[in-house]
Nanobody
Framework: QVQLVESGGGLVQAGGSLRLSCAASQRTFIRYTMGWFRQAAGQEREFVAAISGSGTVTKYADSVKGRFTISRGNAKNTVYLQMNSLKPEDTAVYSC??????????????????WGQGTQVTVSS
């Protein structure tokens, strides 16, 4: 498994921005499809965004399209999630995940075999 460590979460007012980072432990990171998921209290984990190993293919949940941007810095073994125009309903624990088996960004959690510990994002109204 690859070790993943998220950072960048925090408390922000509605309309504000945050950038989450996810650092991977392996240099082979460049081959992996990476995804961001979130889980609000009492709810199931849901897909947010994903990006192919090359960075050329991205996928977003409808709820974040136009507000969130996923990107990757392969030289730094890091994937980012830029979150703009945040809403209270974006409040959740955000986790990054790696899919080492497919180059097609997936939206289903079982497709991903390595997970970070998560970082809390809280958006106040």
């Amino acid at each position: 498994q690859v070790q993943l460590v998220e950072s960048g979460g925090g408390l922000v007012q509605a309309g504000g921005s945050l950038r989450l980072s996810c650092a991977a432990s392996q240099r082979t990171f460049i081959r992996y499809t990476m995804g961001w998921f979130r889980q609000a209290a009492g709810q199931e984990r849901e897909f947010v965004a994903a990006i192919s190993g090359s960075g050329t293919v991205t996928k977003y949940a409808d709820s974040v399209k136009g507000r969130f941007t996923i990107s990757r810095g392969n030289a730094k073994n890091t994937v980012y999630l830029q979150m703009n125009s945040l809403k209270p309903e974006d409040t959740a624990v955000y986790s990054c995940a790696a899919d080492r088996r497919s180059d097609v960004p997936g939206t289903s959690p079982p497709a991903y075999d390595s997970w970070g510990q998560g970082t809390q994002v809280t958006v106040s109204s």
